[in-house]
C-alpha cells in the first residue's frame, strides 16, 4: 500500500510543491490549510489549482491545525502514515510587530498537533524549521551542530521553541522527527513578500526596489525543487528508521549578496532596475550559509538547481500566471 503523508500549511509555497512531488512519487498527499491572512488567498488558491491539475490522489482540508479533534480525525480517518508540518506564520520582520501571534501559530500550533498525533498514534514527524535559528552566527558555513545563541528575531525564537518541543516529544513520548532547517526557498508560488519575488515582479513592473544596507547581505537562496527533494527524502529518513531524532540543513551552500541577485533578475528579465537603499530592518541577518555535509551523508540530499536557471523558471511562472497584476 501506499504511504499516506499529511502535509500541514498544504496550500503555501512549498507545501503545494511537496503535495505534487509526492503524489508523482506513489505517495497519498493529504492537505491542511487554515489560509491564514498574511498574504492575499488568491496566492493559495492558484496554488491549490497547480495541485489538483498535477495530481490524481491530493485531498484537501481546510482546517487550523489548533483544531485538536478535527485535526485527530482526519489523521484516523485517512491513515496518515507520517506528517510534514509546513504550517507557520511566517516572515521575519512582521514577527516583531505581533509576536504574540507568532508564538500562538508557531509553538502552541505545533503542540496542538503533537497532541492529536499523540490521540491518533502515530509517531513519525517531520518539522520545518528555518535557517533564521542560526541568527548573527559568525560560524559559517552554518552546522546543526552550531550552538543557537545568536537569534534576533521573534520568529527565529518561535522556530527555535519549536525545536525543542520536538526533541521533548522525541524523549517523552518516542516519536521519531526530523528537523528541516530551511534557507530562502525560492521559485514560482513563492511567497510575494519575499525578496525575490517583490523584486521580479517590480522588475517586470518597471518599478523601483529597495535594497537593505549597502547590498552585500547574502542569502544561501535554494530552489523549490532542491528543498521539496530534501523533505521526501526526509520523510523516507523518519519512515524507515526507529527512535530517531535528527536535524538538516537543506540549502544550496552557495550564499549570493543582494547586489549579485538584482544583476541576475536584471540578466534573466532583461530590464535595468532602478535601486533605492534604506537601512537594514530589525531582525535581518547578515548572512545566511548552510553546511549540508550531513544531508548529504544521511538523505542523500543533493541541490541542483542554479540560482539562474531557478529565476528562469520563476520569471516564466510569473508570466505565465500573470502574477505581476496581483
Same mark, same amino acid.
Given at each position: 500500500?501506499?504511504?499516506?503523508?499529511?502535509?500541514?500549511?498544504?496550500?503555501?509555497?512549498?507545501?503545494?510543491?511537496?503535495?505534487?512531488?509526492?503524489?508523482?512519487?506513489?505517495?497519498?498527499?493529504?492537505?491542511?490549510?487554515?489560509?491564514?491572512?498574511?498574504?492575499?488567498?488568491?496566492?493559495?488558491?492558484?496554488?491549490?489549482?497547480?495541485?489538483?491539475?498535477?495530481?490524481?490522489?491530493?485531498?484537501?482540508?481546510?482546517?487550523?491545525?489548533?483544531?485538536?479533534?478535527?485535526?485527530?480525525?482526519?489523521?484516523?480517518?485517512?491513515?496518515?502514515?507520517?506528517?510534514?508540518?509546513?504550517?507557520?506564520?511566517?516572515?521575519?520582520?512582521?514577527?516583531?510587530?505581533?509576536?504574540?501571534?507568532?508564538?500562538?501559530?508557531?509553538?502552541?500550533?505545533?503542540?496542538?498537533?503533537?497532541?492529536?498525533?499523540?490521540?491518533? +498514534? *502515530? %509517531?513519525? &514527524? $517531520?518539522? #520545518?524549521?528555518?535557517?533564521?535559528?542560526?541568527?548573527?552566527? /559568525?560560524?559559517?558555513?552554518?552546522?546543526?551542530?552550531?550552538?543557537?545563541?545568536?537569534?534576533?528575531?521573534?520568529?527565529?525564537?518561535?522556530?527555535?521553541?519549536?525545536?525543542?518541543?520536538?526533541?521533548?516529544?522525541?524523549?517523552?513520548?518516542?516519536?521519531?522527527?526530523?528537523?528541516?532547517?530551511?534557507?530562502?526557498?525560492?521559485?514560482?508560488?513563492?511567497?510575494?513578500?519575499?525578496?525575490?519575488?517583490?523584486?521580479?515582479?517590480?522588475?517586470?513592473?518597471?518599478?523601483?526596489?529597495?535594497?537593505?544596507?549597502?547590498?552585500?547581505?547574502?542569502?544561501?537562496?535554494?530552489?523549490?525543487?532542491?528543498?521539496?527533494?530534501?523533505?521526501?527524502?526526509?520523510?523516507?529518513?523518519?519512515?524507515?528508521?526507529?527512535?530517531?531524532?535528527?536535524?538538516?540543513?537543506?540549502?544550496?551552500?552557495?550564499?549570493? +549578496? *543582494? %547586489?549579485? &541577485? $538584482?544583476? #541576475?533578475?536584471?540578466?534573466?528579465?532583461?530590464?535595468?532596475? /532602478?535601486?533605492?537603499?534604506?537601512?537594514?530592518?530589525?531582525?535581518?541577518?547578515?548572512?545566511?550559509?548552510?553546511?549540508?555535509?550531513?544531508?548529504?551523508?544521511?538523505?542523500?540530499?543533493?541541490?541542483?538547481?542554479?540560482?539562474?536557471?531557478?529565476?528562469?523558471?520563476?520569471?516564466?511562472?510569473?508570466?505565465?500566471?500573470?502574477?505581476?497584476?496581483?
Amino acid at each position: 500500500m501506499s504511504k499516506r503523508i499529511l502535509i500541514t500549511g498544504a496550500a503555501g509555497f512549498i507545501g503545494s510543491h511537496l503535495a505534487e512531488k509526492l503524489d508523482g512519487l506513489g505517495v497519498i498527499p493529504v492537505g491542511i490549510d487554515n489560509f491564514d491572512d498574511y498574504y492575499d488567498r488568491r496566492y493559495k488558491e492558484l496554488n491549490l489549482k497547480h495541485v489538483s491539475d498535477n495530481t490524481q490522489n491530493f485531498k484537501f482540508f481546510e482546517d487550523d491545525i489548533s483544531n485538536t479533534e478535527t485535526l485527530t480525525k482526519i489523521l484516523k480517518d485517512e491513515s496518515i502514515d507520517l506528517v510534514v508540518h509546513l504550517a507557520a506564520k511566517a516572515g521575519v520582520r512582521p514577527s516583531f510587530k505581533d509576536p504574540i501571534s507568532y508564538m500562538g501559530t508557531n509553538i502552541e500550533g505545533t503542540y496542538y498537533l503533537i497532541e492529536a498525533m499523540k490521540q491518533a +498514534n *502515530l %509517531k513519525k &514527524l $517531520v518539522f #520545518a524549521s528555518s535557517s533564521s535559528v542560526y541568527g548573527k552566527s /559568525k560560524l559559517t558555513p552554518f552546522s546543526e551542530l552550531d550552538p543557537l545563541k545568536e537569534m534576533i528575531s521573534y520568529y527565529a525564537f518561535t522556530k527555535k521553541s519549536g525545536e525543542d518541543l520536538c526533541r521533548f516529544i522525541h524523549n517523552i513520548y518516542e516519536f521519531d522527527i526530523a528537523i528541516l532547517r530551511f534557507f530562502t526557498v525560492y521559485g514560482p508560488r513563492q511567497r510575494p513578500d519575499l525578496a525575490i519575488h517583490k523584486f521580479l515582479k517590480k522588475a517586470i513592473n518597471e518599478e523601483e526596489i529597495t535594497l537593505f544596507g549597502d547590498g552585500t547581505m547574502a542569502r544561501d537562496y535554494t530552489y523549490v525543487s532542491d528543498t521539496v527533494q530534501g523533505i521526501y527524502k526526509a520523510c523516507l529518513h523518519v519512515l524507515n528508521n526507529k527512535n530517531i531524532y535528527d536535524t538538516f540543513n537543506l540549502g544550496n551552500s552557495y550564499p549570493v +549578496n *543582494l %547586489k549579485e &541577485l $538584482v544583476e #541576475a533578475i536584471e540578466k534573466v528579465t532583461g530590464k535595468t532596475i /532602478k535601486k533605492s537603499y534604506q537601512e537594514v530592518p530589525e531582525g535581518d541577518v547578515p548572512i545566511t550559509y548552510a553546511n549540508i555535509e550531513k544531508s548529504k551523508k544521511v538523505l542523500g540530499y543533493n541541490p541542483e538547481v542554479k540560482l539562474e536557471d531557478g529565476l528562469q523558471r520563476f520569471y516564466n511562472w510569473m508570466i505565465e500566471n500573470q502574477i505581476e497584476t496581483f
